[in-house]
C-alpha cells in the first residue's frame, strides 16, 4: 500500500496520540511500532460519504475520526420523521431519526480534521431543525466523541428566548 | 514428557528390540471431562454440554452408575507459557449436597512437556491424602504435615497453584497456604486436569504469568468445542479513552458481552467506526445504541472510569484475514501477536 501511495497517515492511541506519516520525515513520526490489542485509524486516499441507516435520510455526511454523539427526546406532541442538524452557515451535518415517545436515535456529527479541511468546526454552534422549525436549545459542538443527551423543545414553549437567521448566521437572544 | 490421560506413548523397535518411546500429546478440543475410579475403573468422555451448563461445568452425579467415584475436567491444549513461570488460579466448590465425596480431594494438575504440578487439596482434617509439588519434588500428607492444606470448599473459593524460582506454592483465597522448593522442571505447559472425590463445580480457570497477565481463561460459558481451542486476549484500560483491538472472536460477540468483564459500573462508553461512527452507552436506553456487536478486524474506543482489564476468549482470527479498507478513515487491528514496525504491517495491508 505505501508503494502505491494510497496510505495518508495512521494514528494511534495509547495514554496520548500517535503519528505517521508515511510521506513525511521519519524522524518525526511518533508511531513507530503497531502492537496487539491497540487499535489505529488508519487514513487512505479518497473520501467516501455516508448515510445513517438509521435515519432513513437522502443527507449525506463526510466522515473524519473526530466526532460527537447526540441522542434524546423531542418535546412535541405527535412529531415523526428526523430532526436535523445543522451548522451556522444552515448546512445540515446531521439527521436523528424519532423514535416511538418522542425519542431521537443516536447519530454522530463529524468534526472537521487538519487533513481535509471539512466539517465542523470545534466550538462551532449547532442548531436543531424539525419540518423547517428550528427548536431549541443550541448546542456548541465539541467534537470529543463523547454522548450529547438533548431534551428539544419548541421555541414557542420557551417564550424567554427566540432565535432567527441573520446572515446565515443563527443566534439567541434573551 | 506429557502424562496425562491425553497422552500416548510411540515405542520404536529395531530388530524386535525396543530401542527408544516418546509421550506424545494428543490435544483435546477444549474441555474433557469423564469419570474414573478405584481399579483403573474410566468412563467415556461425557458429551460436554451435559457438564457445562449455567456457566460452570459440573459432573453430575445422575451421569454414572458409580457410588465411588473421582470427576475429571482435563484440557489437553498447549498454552504459551513456561509451566515453571506460571500462575493458575480455579474458582471451585464441592459440598456433599451436590455429590462431594469421603475427604473431597479437589486437585489441580498442571501438564508441561518436561513434567508436571500438583496440588491436592482435602477437607480439614484429611491432610494425611493432601499433596503438592512439581517437577521431580513432591509431598503427601503421609509424610510431611500438609494441615494447611485442609480447606473447606463447601462454597466458592479460589485455589492457587504458582511456580517461580523452583518453588511451587497454593494460595487459598489469596492467602499463601504452603510452598516448596523443587528440582527438575514443568517445560512449556500442555495441559490442566481439575478432579474432585465425587462431583465438584468449576466456575472459571485463569492461567496467568508471574505478571499477571491472564494468558488463558476458560469461564465455561459454552459447550460448542472449537478446534484448536479458545484463547485469551488481555486488554489494559487506563482511565479515560483507550483506542483497542482484539485478535480474538468472542464466543458471544455483543457489547454488553464482551465488555461485562470490568469492574461493574467502569464502562463509560464504546465507540466504533465502520464507515461511520456507531456509539454503546451501558446506562443509556438500549434502544439508543448503535454499536450492539464486536466485528472482527475492526478497532473501538472504550472509555472507562477507571484502569481496568478486558479479557476477550474465543477463537483466534485467522492471521491471513484482512478487512476492507474503503477510502477516508478506518479504525482496524493489527493482526501480530507482538510489537511490529508499522511499516511491515502496512505493507501487507
Known amino acids: 500500500m505505501i508503494a502505491e501511495g494510497n496510505l495518508i497517515y495512521v494514528s494511534g492511541y495509547n495514554q496520548g496520540a500517535t503519528f505517521f506519516d508515511p510521506n513525511g520525515l521519519p524522524f518525526l513520526n511518533t508511531l513507530l511500532n503497531m502492537e496487539n490489542s491497540f487499535g489505529y485509524w488508519v487514513k487512505i486516499n479518497g473520501t467516501s460519504s455516508m448515510i445513517n441507516p438509521d435515519s432513513h435520510s437522502d443527507h449525506e455526511f463526510i466522515g473524519s475520526n473526530k466526532y460527537e454523539f447526540f441522542n434524546g427526546r423531542i418535546d412535541i406532541e405527535g412529531v415523526n420523521g428526523s430532526v436535523e442538524i445543522l451548522r451556522?452557515?444552515?448546512?445540515?451535518?446531521?439527521?436523528?431519526?424519532?423514535?416511538?415517545?418522542?425519542?431521537?436515535?443516536?447519530?454522530?456529527?463529524?468534526?472537521?480534521?487538519?487533513?481535509?479541511?471539512?466539517?465542523?468546526?470545534?466550538?462551532?454552534?449547532?442548531?436543531?431543525?424539525?419540518?423547517?422549525?428550528?427548536?431549541?436549545?443550541?448546542?456548541?459542538?465539541?467534537?470529543?466523541?463523547?454522548?450529547r443527551k438533548l431534551n428539544l423543545f419548541r421555541v414557542t414553549e420557551a417564550p424567554q428566548l427566540y432565535c432567527y437567521p441573520e446572515s446565515k448566521q443563527w443566534k439567541i437572544h434573551s | 514428557m506429557f502424562i496425562a490421560i491425553q497422552a500416548i506413548i510411540v515405542y520404536l523397535y529395531i530388530d524386535s528390540q525396543l530401542d527408544v518411546y516418546k509421550w506424545l500429546q494428543v490435544k483435546s478440543c477444549d474441555w474433557e471431562s469423564y469419570v474414573s475410579s478405584n481399579g483403573g475403573y474410566q468412563e467415556d468422555f461425557e458429551d460436554l454440554c451435559d457438564v457445562i451448563q449455567n456457566g460452570v461445568a459440573y459432573l453430575s452425579p445422575d451421569l454414572t452408575p458409580q457410588s465411588y467415584y473421582w470427576t475429571n475436567h482435563l484440557?489437553?491444549?498447549?498454552?504459551?507459557?513456561?509451566?515453571?513461570?506460571?500462575?493458575?488460579?480455579?474458582?471451585?466448590?464441592?459440598?456433599?449436597?451436590?455429590?462431594?465425596?469421603?475427604?473431597?480431594?479437589?486437585?489441580?494438575?498442571?501438564?508441561?512437556?518436561?513434567?508436571?504440578?500438583?496440588?491436592?487439596?482435602?477437607?480439614?482434617?484429611?491432610?494425611?491424602?493432601?499433596?503438592?509439588?512439581?517437577?521431580?519434588?513432591?509431598?503427601?500428607?503421609?509424610?510431611?504435615?500438609?494441615?494447611?492444606?485442609?480447606?473447606?470448599?463447601?462454597?466458592?473459593h479460589e485455589i492457587t497453584l504458582q511456580l517461580e524460582n523452583n518453588l511451587v506454592s497454593t494460595y487459598y483465597d489469596g492467602v499463601l497456604k504452603y510452598s516448596l522448593n523443587y528440582v527438575g522442571s514443568v517445560g512449556d505447559l500442555k495441559g490442566l486436569k481439575i478432579s474432585f472425590k465425587g462431583s465438584g463445580t468449576i466456575d472459571w480457570v485463569k492461567v496467568k504469568d508471574l505478571n499477571e497477565n491472564v494468558i488463558y481463561l476458560e469461564e465455561f460459558d459454552n459447550c460448542i468445542c472449537t478446534p484448536g481451542g479458545s484463547v485469551a486476549d488481555t486488554i489494559y484500560l487506563n482511565p479515560g479513552w483507550n483506542l483497542i483491538s482484539t485478535d480474538v472472536i468472542p464466543q458471544d460477540s455483543t457489547i454488553e458481552t464482551v465488555f461485562s468483564i470490568l469492574n461493574s459500573g467502569n464502562l463509560v462508553y464504546v465507540s466504533g467506526y465502520n464507515n461511520g461512527a456507531s456509539f454503546y452507552d451501558p446506562n443509556g436506553l438500549p434502544f439508543l445504541n448503535t454499536l450492539n456487536d464486536i466485528t472482527r478486524g475492526y478497532g473501538y474506543w472504550v472509555k472507562v472510569n477507571d484502569a481496568d482489564t478486558l479479557i476477550v476468549t474465543g477463537e483466534p482470527i485467522d492471521p491471513d484475514y484482512r478487512i476492507d479498507f474503503n477510502p477516508n478513515w478506518r479504525s482496524g487491528r493489527i493482526s501480530s501477536s507482538d510489537s511490529t514496525g508499522i511499516r511491515k504491517i502496512i505493507s501487507q495491508i
Open chain 2, 75 to 156: 484440557n489437553s491444549n498447549s498454552i504459551a507459557l513456561n509451566g515453571d513461570e506460571c500462575k493458575v488460579v480455579m474458582r471451585v466448590k464441592d459440598p456433599s449436597s451436590e455429590g462431594g465425596l469421603s475427604c473431597y480431594n479437589t486437585r489441580l494438575n498442571i501438564y508441561g512437556q518436561e513434567g508436571y504440578a500438583i496440588v491436592a487439596c482435602m477437607m480439614t482434617g484429611c491432610d494425611y491424602y493432601s499433596a503438592i509439588g512439581a517437577g521431580e519434588t513432591f509431598v503427601g500428607g503421609n509424610n510431611t504435615d500438609l494441615s494447611d492444606l485442609g480447606q473447606d470448599l463447601q462454597n466458592w
Open chain 1, 88 to 147: 451556522e452557515d444552515g448546512s445540515v451535518c446531521g439527521e436523528m431519526k424519532i423514535l416511538d415517545g418522542g425519542y431521537l436515535m443516536t447519530t454522530p456529527v463529524y468534526a472537521t480534521n487538519a487533513i481535509d479541511q471539512i466539517g465542523v468546526r470545534e466550538s462551532e454552534k449547532l442548531l436543531f431543525r424539525y419540518k423547517g422549525e428550528i427548536l431549541s436549545p443550541e448546542v456548541e459542538f465539541r467534537g470529543n466523541m463523547e454522548l
